[in-house]
């Protein structure tokens, strides 16, 4: 089975579900043997001096529908063809990103989200939201005077809503 691993730099980390990797460069390969979707380790016949594939640490494999982080890059043979051409053997470990593979479905199902980095549900019991109170202390003066002999005072405390001082 053929398929294609598009090779990318990522920047972003790894808890980020919206990512922007910048693609470097494809390579095409072959399936020759079994091989996990999730942490695939696959193997790179790597001839082309022009291409740096030590700058990579994302790929994603197109035939699988899925973005992965280059886990490990180990060089294990070296050897030159008949035509006088140097051929490197890589072998490239990789871990399923599933927040990003899997980004459209999260962002577009319907759900309520306990936390989140910018935006805040007052209804949601959030220990780590930080709130500030400030006493807003409000001075009414009596129009028609004030006698201490025949009063009766009333206190009205508003928090359901806030209110700006006058």
Not at 38 to 60: C, G, K, R
């Amino acid at each position: 089975m053929s398929f294609t691993v598009v090779f990318m730099y990522n920047n972003e980390p790894m808890n980020k579900i919206s990512k922007n990797p910048q693609q470097k460069f494809s390579l095409t390969g072959t399936l020759r043997e079994e091989c996990s979707i999730v942490d695939p380790e696959i193997l790179i016949d790597w001839s082309d001096p022009s291409i740096d594939l030590t700058s990579a640490n994302y790929a994603y494999i197109e035939i699988w529908h899925r973005y992965y982080y280059i886990t490990d890059m180990t060089s294990f043979r070296s050897f030159t063809d008949e035509n006088n051409v140097k051929h490197d053997l890589w072998r490239i470990k990789m871990h399923c990103d599933v927040l990003y593979t899997f980004s459209e479905g999260i962002l577009n199902s319907p759900c309520v989200v306990g936390k989140s980095s910018s935006s805040f549900n007052m209804y949601l019991n959030d220990s780590h939201y930080k709130c500030k109170q400030n006493d807003l202390i409000s001075v009414q003066e009596f129009p028609s005077g004030f006698d201490l002999n025949n009063a009766r005072f009333v206190i009205t405390l508003l928090g359901s809503r806030t209110q700006t001082a006058p």
